[in-house]
T-cell receptor, first 115, second 113 residues
Framework: AQKITQTQPGMFVQEKEAVTLDCTYDTSDPSYGLFWYKQPSSGEMIFLIYQGSYDQQNATEGRYSLNFQKARKSANLVISASQLGDSAMYFC????????????FGAGTILRVKS | DVKVTQSSRYLVKRTGEKVFLECVQDMDHENMFWYRQDPGLGLRLIYFSYDVKMKEKGDIPEGYSVSREKKERFSLILESASTNQTSMYLCAGARVSDYNEQFFGPGTRLTVL
């Protein structure tokens, strides 16, 4: 079974609008962490935001916020006020447990911002 | 600024060749990782290392080996390259912190002919 599922292979959004990228996860470990990374066409992976399974509040980092719904096992990324530079591949990833920090990644969502 | 560097951005090799992909980090991170990235599959973990001379298999270790003789360097070795190992290879390092964010190198696009 897929541990991380990103159901949207590609998304379009109009500049200055908000967009939500979906991510669902599957784990039986009560302690886990969820990450979002951005990969522009240049190829480097850029860390965006993190949510721990015990965090009471949804994580926010500037224009990025994580809509964490634990019971539904979803961790959607919300980008507000989209910019042309947000066009990239976005990956959701999960770390299970606290002892080792290897990540499991989803297949990714390509986001294109239109002017 | 933290840095993870990889020896080559692009590499072309022939089937059967032994291939070395080098990764160096200057962050004093204990943990280092090798992933391969393929369209529609995301990143898949090949091997990781949590200390010098220590290594553990990831999800797809077949056809690969690794070496970590020094803390800052983590090498991925393809003993006998095959065409199905044509891929983007990404190295990452991670500190032991609250959430263990991984820092990635720029990637090596390997083509095996």
């Amino acid at each position: 079974a897929q541990k991380i599922t990103q159901t949207q292979p590609g998304m379009f959004v109009q500049e200055k609008e908000a967009v939500t990228l979906d991510c669902t996860y599957d784990t039986s470990d009560p302690s886990y962490g969820l990450f979002w990374y951005k990969q522009p066409s240049s190829g480097e992976m850029i860390f965006l935001i993190y949510q721990g399974s015990y965090d009471q509040q949804n994580a926010t980092e500037g224009r990025y916020s994580l809509n964490f719904q634990k019971a539904r096992k979803s961790a959607n990324l919300v980008i507000s006020a989209s910019q042309l530079g947000d066009s990239a591949m976005y990956f959701c990833a999960m770390r299970e447990g606290m002892r080792v920090n290897k990540l499991v990644f989803g297949a990714g969502t390509i986001l294109r911002v239109k002017s | 600024d933290v840095k993870v560097t990889q020896s080559s951005r692009y590499l072309v090799k022939r089937t059967g060749e032994k291939v070395f992909l080098e990764c160096v980090q200057d962050m004093d991170h204990e943990n280092m990782f090798w992933y391969r990235q393929d369209p529609g599959l995301g990143l898949r973990l090949i091997y990781f290392s949590y200390d010098v001379k220590m290594k553990e298999k990831g999800d797809i270790p077949e056809g690969y080996s690794v070496s970590r003789e020094k803390k800052e360097r983590f090498s991925l070795i393809l003993e006998s390259a095959s065409t199905n190992q044509t891929s983007m290879y990404l190295c990452a390092g991670a500190r032991v912190s609250d959430y263990n964010e991984q820092f990635f190198g720029p990637g090596t696009r390997l083509t095996v002919l």
